[in-house]
């Protein structure tokens, strides 16, 4: 899946549909204006990789929505990666 440049409150009801049940990876490299919701989803892919004995890597995620993961105490829940989404 890849995330629009925009991902907040406003955004999250559909990107939760988009997301699916079988995503293992989040391009995050186009995000620019995100909040809390870019969390709350990233969370999401991630537990439903988990309920399928899968890991959903985090892709291109800028360092501010890193941070912001740190500082909700989940950023060891993700997974995050550098470089670019798998083709």
């Known amino acids: 899946m890849k995330l629009p440049a925009t991902a907040t409150l406003e955004q999250a009801t559909g990107l939760l549909a988009q997301l699916g049940t079988d995503t293992v990876e989040v391009d995050a490299s186009a995000l620019s204006a995100f909040d809390t919701s870019a969390v709350a989803l990233l969370l999401e892919a991630s537990r ?31 997974s995050f990666e550098d470089g670019p989404a798998a083709a």
Do not use: F, M, N, S
């Open 48 to 78: 439903r990789a988990q309920a399928r004995g899968a890991r959903c890597v985090v892709r291109g995620a800028p360092p501010k929505l890193r941070q912001l993961a740190t500082i909700y105490g989940v950023d060891e829940l993700l």
